[in-house]
């Protein structure tokens, strides 16, 4: 495989190159030069997009595909294509197919059914058996099969003594535990955030207190036992206030934050949509902008689409029955770009690959292909006809979104959407 990229605008702050517009001869899955106007004498194929620039490949820590057990929400194969044509060259893939990923065959299985991919899939093995919360699952198989990090998905473990033990137990082979936050007996019945609008609506609410609580637990467990924690998709002003004192304590804690919490309010519920219905939910204006602040400041980590296909028969129901999801990966960047300033959604985009213990890419002259392509500009309304995925539950519909993904380059393959 050998081709151009012909005047695209690199976005790495790492790279030599970053803020210059160049051209980039990629050989084999390897950047072999880098310069302005580089002469084609093997009629390399070249590649010529409008406002193209090019920045690290994007990760996304927090995808759910379905396979196994629910294939008519996704496949592996699929989804995997759709994070390439969304930009991502890496994802998180979540646990909770069924069965479970929560011992070493799983986590085989699901890493042969990526093989050959552009996009890498990287598991998060299930931190409890059966995602039960009872037993710890067999995290060091799991590990050496290829698990990048341990949790639950969306789901907190009432269970301090099993958080604790996992948190110890890890830092033998340096793991890193994943603790989603949210007080299960404060949460009861709650379908939405707390507040003037679910009780407007009549809807069951669920306060902050129950993330907050949760998080002040979990935080107070990792100071006792040491260790890395990765506190997902938090959704609240004082959440991000937690967790920014505990970093400046010494804590080795990290944190997400899903695109739609940083775009969507509580006020989309008006119309008991269901594709609103996500978990922890949408809150209010004031907590949006305190995460955005936090994102700007460094509190936040990292950025994830929060990927979550749903059937029809689960969320086309009655607000209180349907299921928590959103599918984000096809929306993750053009939301964004609604809210944020380019350099921190890439870095955003990207700097999770750290916390994880992905190798990251510079673009640079022998570093392996690792890029998104894409153009930061258009505006567009978010359509039906732009979701890839099989389901079609994104709480992006009819949203204006700014930028254009062009695709991808990794493992030697070029994808173009």
């Known amino acids: ?4 990229i012909r005047s695209a605008k690199i976005i790495d702050s790492k ?84 069965p479970i990923i929560d011992n070493q065959s799983q986590v085989n299985f699901v890493l042969n059914k990526a093989l050959g991919c552009a996009t890498q899939l990287y598991p998060i093995g299930a931190l409890s058996k059966e995602s039960a919360g009872k037993d710890m699952a067999e995290l060091y198989d799991m590990k050496k099969a290829g698990a990048i990090a341990f949790g639950d998905y969306n789901k907190s473990l009432d269970n301090a003594n099993l958080l604790k033990i996992a948190l110890q137990y890890v830092q033998d082979f340096d793991g ?80 997400s934050v899903a695109v739609h919490h940083l775009v969507l309010t509580d006020e989309k519920l008006e119309g008991f949509d269901t594709r609103y219905k996500v978990s922890p939910p949408l809150r209010t204006e004031t907590d949006r902008k305190a995460l955005l602040k936090a994102i700007k400041d460094g509190t936040i980590d990292m950025i994830t689409s929060d990927h979550n296909p749903m059937d029809i028969e689960h969320k086309k129901m009655e607000f209180d029955g349907a299921k928590n999801g ?48 894409f153009n930061p500009e258009p505006k567009t309304i978010f359509t039906k006809t732009a979701i890839l995925s099989k389901s079609k539950n994104s709480a992006f519909l009819g949203t204006e979104i700014k930028g254009k993904v062009y695709g991808i380059v990794n493992q030697a393959k070029l994808i173009l959407a």
């Not at 936050?181 to 949460?187: A, G, L, M, R, T």
């Not at 993750?332 to 870095?347: C, K, N, R, S, W």
């Not at 990207?350 to 190798?359: D, V």
Request: hydrophobic share 40%.
């Open 176 to 255: 890193l535990i994943v603790a989603f936050s949210q007080d299960e007996n404060i949460k009861g019945n709650g379908v939405a955030n707390e507040g003037i609008v679910s009780t407007r609506l009549g809807l069951k609410g669920i306060p902050n207190l129950a993330e907050e609580l949760q998080i002040t637990r979990n935080l107070f467990l990792l100071e006792y036992t040491g260790g890395k924690l990765h506190i997902p998709t938090i959704s609240t002003k004082k959440s991000a206030q937690l967790i920014k004192d505990a970093k400046a304590n010494g804590l080795q804690v990290t944190c």
């Open 1 to 4: 495989m050998k081709f151009i």
């Open 15 to 98: 790279s030599p190159f970053h803020n210059k517009t160049v051209d980039i001869l990629i050989v084999d899955g390897l950047i072999k030069k880098i310069g302005t106007s580089l002469s084609n004498s093997d009629n390399a194929e070249e590649i010529k997009l409008d406002n193209l620039h090019v920045s690290q490949g994007w990760f996304d820590s927090s995808v759910c595909l379905g396979e196994p057990g629910f294939e008519d929400r996704e496949t592996i194969a699929n989804g995997l294509t759709v994070a390439a044509k969304s930009g991502f060259t890496a994802i998180a893939l979540q646990p909770n197919s069924f």
């Open 326 to 373: 959103t599918i984000g990966l096809e929306s993750a960047f053009g939301a964004l770009m609604t809210v944020l300033p380019l350099e921190i959604v890439i870095e955003k985009l990207t700097a999770g690959k750290t916390s994880f213990g992905i190798e990251m890419q510079t673009i640079d002259e022998g570093s392996k292909a690792n890029m998104t392509l």
